[in-house]
């Protein structure tokens, strides 16, 4: 490791599980909102022969990135009429603004999708605007390889690097995939914040050991250059994002600046503002 403050280190996050229904299982970050800024939550999740029923957001963008060995896609279809599949390797990615409603389904019947889910929170001058949803294709998302690891840029910039999405905040999202053990250097830039989620496996970060299903699933990572190491069939995904320094409550489905601002959009929500989508 290389870093200006040598008394800075990785430092673990603790992750929760999460069921929204008997066939949605999920486990990542949440409710960690002064620690992860500009990010919401992030969380792996699986999903299959589940409806999840309709429900709304605002004040937020939602992605979705469904991995590229899931056996199964995502369909999500908004309440202004818009609907997209996600296949393995696509994202889905929803800027909620000023709120809509939406649905999820499994997009193969009862063929389990698997993916990453990421709640990205706006400025509160950015909370407006009409919501819109958009997928991007894995094949056009920048892919490389750095000895025996395969990284994939799914959204935002990395190094010289740029996605087809390179969405607000400065969200970025970077995957990395053990074909082989091996050990690689990531340099983080200091202008953003930086979270490590393992998906698969193990991984090590100069010393903080994420295991899939283990006791330690995520990290934050300050900017510098960080060995980070894994065996092979290992997965790693990279989170960043430029921190706001702004108050937020989030209950889930709406990001709001205050309670003010919580309740008015509740009141959109219920008068029916956001849209309505029927089962």
Known sequence: MRHNDPSAQ?????????????????????????????LLSFEVFRLSGAVI???????????????PDAA???????????????????????????????????????????????????????????????????????????????????????QE??????????????TLNWQSDDTLSLALPEDRHWFALVLDGCCRIDGVLLAAGGSTMAATLPAGTWNVSGTAGAGL?????????????YQGAFAVRDEAQ????LRRYQEGAMGTLGC
């Open 72 to 158: 199964g896609g995502l369909r999500s279809r908004l309440a202004q009429g818009e609907a997209e599949v996600a296949r393995p390797g696509d994202l889905l990615w929803l800027d909620a603004h000023c709120g809509t409603v939406h649905q999820e389904t499994p997009a193969d019947g009862s063929v389990e999708c698997r993916g990453l889910q990421v709640v990205v929170n706006y400025a509160d001058c950015e909370r407006e605007g009409a919501p819109q949803q958009r997928r991007v294709p894995g094949e056009q998302m920048p892919c490389w390889q750095s000895g025996g690891v395969e990284l994939r840029l799914v959204c935002g910039q990395w």
């Open 237 to 249: 995904a990279l989170l960043g994002g430029a921190p706001l320094h702004e108050p937020v409550i």
């Open 53 to 67: 029923p309709p429900h709304p957001h605002a004040g937020c963008a939602v992605a979705h990135y469904i991995l």
């Open 161 to 174: 690097r740029q996605a087809p999405l390179v969405p607000h905040a400065g969200a970025t999202l970077l």
């Open 262 to 265: 919580l309740v008015d959009t």
């Open 10 to 38: 990785p430092s673990p996050l603790s992750t929760t599980h999460r069921s929204r229904c008997t066939l949605f299982h999920s486990v990542g970050v949440h409710d960690r909102l002064t620690q992860t800024d500009p």
